[in-house]
């Protein structure tokens, strides 16, 4: 008691109060913030997987969702969305949103597999939708033309997510991702939903089989090689305009500057 | 005299600097060295004719090669590269270093002269002139000199002729499309007719027009013809009655051609039913029939009336009524 009597009056006691304040309610805060995902065990054999996927949805989806997925003024409805839905939006990490942005954002997945089949399951079961289909039932390496996708890919896709898949800019901050990377199975889910900004694609105006297509092309653009190194992001001419202006030019005025100058 | 303000002292002119000896004109080892430079440099382009042919015979093309920065790289091509650049780059970077080192360095003063020619000179000029005149008889034969005229003279109507593969006219050309009243939408690579439960509310599609038997479809018919088909939930329309009654159960269609500068329009945005032209982010609003409501362009895209035929299948109810795409010289703008 006589030390905190002697510090109580010392010039630097409010600093440290502050910072000693601030890191207990950040702590405080972090342990509370990752209680729910430490808690997720579930008693396997008892439950459903739908109620399991209920369970879940309770818990983490319907403060925005509602509690029966009827939506509200800031999240949409999911009945009807199907467990395709579900699959690409969880099993992305793009759902449950971190913040209230302008788009929800890929990140690490805050539910693993087994739950997001759960959550999948739950909402499905509300009403018929799209199915999540697995990267295996996806026989895109057998079944696909890469021609005809591309061809698909350039009248469908390339307006927003650039003739090579690199993701482009739309309206208010929002934006369509590069598909470089992206696993078969989300690509196509994404076609069959048409996540957030994105429209979908319904499998009577492409089919299936144009789908896996699409699919085909993809992967063989992701894993294509470039004969000249960089890629230069495969934006088009931007880039490679940039590179061209700034390290040929400066060549150029360096040379230039050599020439002029009198030998010694 | 008086020592007033207009006696400052005068500008002299300063002459030219005294010439300074460069270490290649005053030392023979440094003479030596520059010379050295300037081979090695030769040499070095020399290398780069190897370099080139080397790699062009003895790399297989499909050789990859991991470089920092760069990433995997194809080899002959970076070594082609390489090799061709120090070809050229060095013979010329030879060049300048020789004459700067070791070619004379002395200034020389070329003065400027009148631009005027001297008198005499111009008067031979008109005597000569005058002499051929008059020894080729142009003035009396005046059989050769109308014939040379108009010979001369249509040597000028050839090039002007050539214009003419500038192009054919449009003609009607640029106010007219391939959909007429009952043409079938098409989809677009697939070729295959569409129905309206085809879309669910969200979904698009690009469509074509049936075109009639035995006709080929070009690519200016892709151009012109090319529409975007988006479905939306009805209540989510806010338009006049006409323009309602041209949409089918909440499918809506328009032109994919941009009234700015005819990039195609297709950037949908299903939640705000914002479309937008990748080319200069002219954003239209398609539930209120397309309205610019961001960007450079001046019209709305063009709304093409749908209806089904008897089969189910979605087709045209009427040809567009206005010219699609940006704006021309003689375009037709009495309906918008």
């Known amino acids: 008691m006589k030390l905190i009597s002697r510090f109580r009056r010392h010039r630097l006691a409010g600093p440290v109060l502050v910072v000693a304040a601030l890191f207990t309610v950040g702590t405080a805060f972090g342990v509370a913030s990752a209680l729910p995902s430490s808690q997720q065990v579930y008693a396997s054999g008892t439950s459903t997987l739908v109620s399991q996927g209920k369970e879940i949805f309770l818990r983490g989806c319907s403060s925005c969702h509602g509690l029966h997925a009827e939506g509200g003024s800031i999240a949409p409805s999911l009945i009807g969305v199907g467990s395709a839905a579900v699959d690409f939006q969880v099993g992305t990490g793009r759902m449950p949103m971190a913040d209230m942005s302008q788009q929800a954002m890929q990140k690490k997945p805050l539910y693993d597999p087994a739950e997001t089949a759960a959550l999948a399951a739950y909402v499905a079961s509300l009403a018929p939708g799209p199915s999540a289909v697995t990267n295996e039932s996806l026989t895109y390496e057998r079944d696909g033309n890469s021609a005809l996708g591309g061809q698909l890919f350039r009248t469908n896709c390339a307006m927003c997510h650039n003739f090579a898949g690199q993701g482009g800019a739309l309206t208010n901050g929002k934006y369509a991702p590069s598909l470089m990377g992206v696993e078969p199975k989300y690509i196509y889910e994404a076609m069959v939903t048409g996540p957030q900004s994105m429209p979908k694609f319904t499998d009577a105006t492409i089919t299936p089989q144009e789908k896996l297509s699409i699919i085909k092309w993809l992967q063989e653009a992701d894993h294509e090689k470039n004969l000249g190194g960089t890629s230069l992001g495969r934006v088009g001419p931007v880039t490679e305009g940039l590179l061209g202006w700034v390290l040929g030019l400066g060549l150029l005025i360096g040379a230039a500057v050599w020439l002029a100058m009198k030998a010694k | ?336």
């Open chain 2, 1 to 336: 005299m008086t020592n007033n303000s207009h006696d400052v002292e005068r500008f002299q002119d300063p002459g030219l600097p005294a010439h300074v000896h460069r270490n290649a004109d005053v030392d023979p080892k440094a003479e030596k060295r520059a010379e050295r430079q300037v081979s090695i440099l030769f040499f070095l382009s020399v290398l780069g004719t190897l370099l080139t042919i080397g790699s062009y015979v003895g790399i297989k093309s499909d050789k990859f090669v991991y470089l920092p920065i760069m990433g995997e790289t194809n080899l002959q091509q970076l070594l082609l590269g390489l090799g061709l650049t120090a070809t050229t780059l060095f013979i010329g970077l030879g060049a300048i270093q020789w004459a700067k080192k070791l070619m004379p360095d002395q200034e020389i003063v070329a003065e400027r002269h009148e631009f005027r020619s001297a008198e005499s000179d111009r008067e031979d000029l008109v005597a000569t002139f005058r002499e051929g005149a008059a020894s080729s008889g142009i003035g009396r034969r005046k059989l050769i000199k109308f014939s040379l005229a108009s010979a001369l003279g249509l040597v000028g109507l050839t090039p002007i002729l050539l214009l003419r593969d500038a192009g054919p006219l449009p003609h009607e050309e640029l106010d007219t499309t391939d959909w007429r009243a009952g043409t079938r939408l098409l989809l677009d690579p697939a070729g295959t007719p569409i129905k309206a439960s085809d879309l669910e509310v969200g979904a698009v599609a690009q469509v074509l027009p049936e075109l009639p038997v035995g006709t080929e479809r070009t690519l200016e018919n892709t151009g012109k013809d090319a529409v975007l088909l988006i479905r939306l939930r009805p209540e989510d329309f806010n338009l006049d009655a006409e323009r309602l009654s041209w949409t089918h159960e909440g499918i809506i269609a328009f032109s994919k051609i941009c009234t700015h500068m005819g990039c195609a329009v297709a950037l949908y945005e299903q939640q705000t039913h914002h479309l937008l032209c990748p080319c200069h982010q002219s954003t239209f609003d398609v539930t209120r029939a397309a309205k610019v409501i961001f960007g450079p362009a001046a019209r709305p895209l063009p709304q093409l009336a749908i209806d089904v035929n008897a089969d189910g299948y979605l087709v045209a109810k009427q040809p567009f009524t206005v010219p699609i795409g940006p704006s021309f010289w003689e375009r037709n703008s009495s309906n918008g």
